[in-house]
């Protein structure tokens, strides 16, 4: 949570970030550093999985070796698999066997070709490799419900049954125990294969969810749902709230141009905030009774525990210029990377609701990890991701901006009449070590910002991780021989509470606390 103080003319005050390392407003789950891999482009053949690397990168199972540290480096904690939009006409069961048994098959979600050499036995390898967990989604679209039983006990099934069997036959003794699973991807999707109505989807879910608990009762189950502010969403949690554990929304930003680019990332901050009135909406049914001698409202609500949001798929995404069927390997500049910081700060601000966060995605395909035979490379989105993971832990901490905002052209257009738009984007949080660490965006192309920062203790030092700034473009980027938009560390005494937030740049400062909070 921010709360903002705007400044409507240029020079009317100066811009400030006040805290209290003391109001402290919830904590983060860990959990929405999350990331996904998709059979998609070059994500998993090219991306998690290459056999046949000329350089020796590949492991012994066909794992890149780059690729896993860097995930291991993000400390990605969970990752969402094998889709998107692949799911719908996913079939598990050619994923697994003898790899020279398994059969290939057109894809049609990408319009590509499926080897099926890397399935459900690869990915459980491959997790537990990085160290973080897998979430897998069902196919809703041409599977059935008995093909999502029969996956969830091949992958968590301990007893003496058929597909719980067919995992030992292949070697895998130990039950995976995925706890994640999602109903199904984009039901509501025009391109979809099997596009759902709202209504048909809720009945099946409600079925789906019914079956799935019986047979493992401590998975977790995410519902399907849209962007957050449509009446799919309102819907079907309306329907389905006591089936679920999550509710997931999905949302690319985009605009072009710099401003539009970075306004289009405030769509998500309120689709966060609609989206959890729609699970308190779906979750209190209010009775009016027309019994006189009846309690006039209930207010017990319809189910005991409160759904979290699992945004699913986020990032900047423009599929005109990095369309899906042709790999989405989209080319991100600095404005790309300070349009995710911001993400990573509205999800700090809004960690209360947030149950998790899975980043759209993490190898080649709309990625900030790009390989080549040769390598890995970063790009500008790599940045603030790390910096987020390693430190904007713990607890999320309230604060007051004073700035100036945006007020041009947004994308969507709706934003610029529902959101303001601030030059400084900021959030706060306090890790378990004592460790007080402030966020800042400075978007503003042209202007840097010295600003007061009220409530830092004067002589301090602190770490200062900067991106970007005054040597940029908004539309500079990486590539594979250069990395020239990376982490910049240095120290700043804090002999007074001035900062000056460079043009076009993220900075993440940090300090350790003298006392830690009372909370
Ligand atoms: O992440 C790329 C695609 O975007 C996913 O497959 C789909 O769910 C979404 O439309
Ligand atoms: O490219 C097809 C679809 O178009 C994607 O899955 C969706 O996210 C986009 O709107």
């Known amino acids: ?37 998709e059979h998609m482009g070059r994500c998993i053949y090219g991306g998690l999985y290459e056999p046949e690397n000329p350089n020796g990168l590949s492991d012994e199972n066909g794992f890149r070796k780059d690729v896993i540290s860097c995930f291991k480096e993000l400390q990605v904690p969970v990752v969402r698999y094998p889709g998107g939009n692949f799911c719908a006409t996913y079939r598990w069961q050619d994923g697994i066997g ?31 490799n990085v160290g973080t967990e897998p979430y897998l989604c069902l196919n809703m679209g041409t599977g059935t419900l008995e093909d999502a039983l029969a996956w969830l006990e091949y992958c968590n099934g301990d007893k003496d049954t058929h597909y719980a069997n067919l995992r030992r036959q292949n070697g895998h003794k130990e039950p995976y125990g995925v706890k994640y699973w999602a109903l199904g991807n ?25 079956a799935l608990k019986l047979l493992d009762p401590s998975i977790v189950l995410i519902l399907c749902g849209k962007d ?18 999550m509710h997931s929304i999905h949302y690319y930003s985009m605009g072009k141009g710099h401003y539009t680019n970075i306004s289009s990332v405030y769509a998500a901050e309120r689709a966060i905030q609609v989206c959890s009135s729609l699970i308190d909406l779906a979750r209190c049914e209010f009775d009016l009774s027309p019994f006189p001698d009846v309690e006039l409202i209930s207010t017990k609500p319809k189910s005991a525990k409160r759904p979290t ?21 989209e080319l991100y500049t600095l404005s790309d990377g300070l349009a995710v910081a911001i993400w990573l700060n509205i999800f700090i601000r809004n960690s209360k609701d947030l149950g998790m966060a899975t980043i759209a995605q993490s190898v080649n395909v709309i990625a900030p990890l790009m390989t080549t035979p040769r390598g890995v490379w970063k790009q500008t989105t790599y940045f603030p991701l790390l910096l987020f993971s ?17 007020q041009g052209k947004t994308f969507p257009e709706w934003v610029q009449s529902t959101c303001a738009v601030p030059k400084l984007d900021v959030s ?10 402030v966020a800042v965006v400075n978007s503003d192309e042209t202007r840097s910002f010295s600003t007061q920062l009220a409530g830092i203790d004067k002589g301090i030092e602190v770490q200062v991780f900067a991106l970007g700034g005054e040597n940029f473009v908004a539309t500079d980027a990486n590539n594979e021989e250069n990395e020239k938009i990376a982490i910049r560390e240095s120290t700043w005494i804090a002999t007074g509470d001035v900062y000056t937030f460079e043009r076009l740049s993220f900075t993440l400062l940090r300090w350790k606390l003298s006392r830690s909070p009372k909370n």
């Open 1 to 37: 949570m921010t709360s903002l103080t705007i400044l409507s003319k240029e020079g009317e005050a100066s811009p400030s970030i006040s805290f209290n390392p003391e109001n402290t407003i919830s904590d983060i789950n860990p959990l929405i550093y999350g990331g996904f891999t």
């Open 98 to 128: 003898p790899k020279d048994k398994r059969p290939t098959r057109p894809e049609l979600a990408w319009e590509g070709i499926e080897p099926n050499t890397f399935g459900t036995d690869e990915f459980m390898a491959w997790c537990k």
């Open 186 to 210: 984009e039901m509501w999707g025009p391109w979809q294969v099997e596009q759902h109505s709202k209504e048909d989807y809720a009945k099946k879910a409600i079925q789906w969810s019914r």
């Open 228 to 245: 957050g502010y449509s009446d799919w969403d309102r819907y079907t949690l309306q329907k389905c709230i006591k089936s679920i554990d």
């Open 309 to 329: 949001i699992c945004f699913d798929e986020w990032n900047v995404w423009d599929p005109e210029r990095a369309p899906g069927n042709k790999g989405a390997e």
């Open 390 to 406: 390693k430190y904007m832990r713990g607890k999320s901490v309230s604060v007051h901006v004073r700035t100036e905002t945006y």
């Open 428 to 437: 706060a949080a306090i890790d378990d070590d004592g460790w007080m660490n």
